[in-house]
């Protein structure tokens, strides 16, 4: 009888954690909307997003002419590539942030656009 109440505290204490778990992936989304300022990437169809909260996109897209957009601040929603992974890289960037370590904690990630909006002509305003 023990050996059942202990195997049913166990299965509720996974379970918890599990919901716990998915509840916490399902607050960041797949798709984001960034805002900041689009520049030149280092290869010839790749473009840097910088936002304005620090972080640093690496963006391309089939349907939008980012080219046309270099040096002007954008909002540009997409899809976030390995949004999983990328989700627990930031997850333990924070984990240390936590515990004190400070390492490079700005967001850093892969950004395919689907839509894109001009907010300015240029990155200074």
Avoid: F, P
């Avoid at 890289?89 to 967001?107: C, F």
């Avoid at 656009?113 to 300015?120: A, E, I, W």
């Amino acid at each position: 009888m023990k050996r059942l109440v202990l195997y049913l505290v166990v299965a509720v204490l996974v379970m918890t954690l599990i919901l716990a778990k998915d509840a916490n992936a399902k607050t960041k989304a797949k798709a984001r909307t960034i805002t900041g300022c689009l520049t030149k990437g280092d290869s010839a169809d790749e473009y840097l997003l910088t936002g304005k909260d620090g972080s640093t996109w690496e963006v391309q897209s089939d349907r939008v002419a980012l080219a046309d957009h270099l040096g002007h601040k954008v909002a540009a929603t997409g899809v976030v590539s390995h949004a999983k992974l990328h989700n627990l890289k930031e997850d333990a960037k924070d984990a240390a942030k936590d515990t004190g370590v400070k390492k490079g904690s700005k967001e850093h990630g892969h950004l395919t656009v689907t839509k894109l909006r001009m907010v300015s002509d240029s990155c200074k305003k």
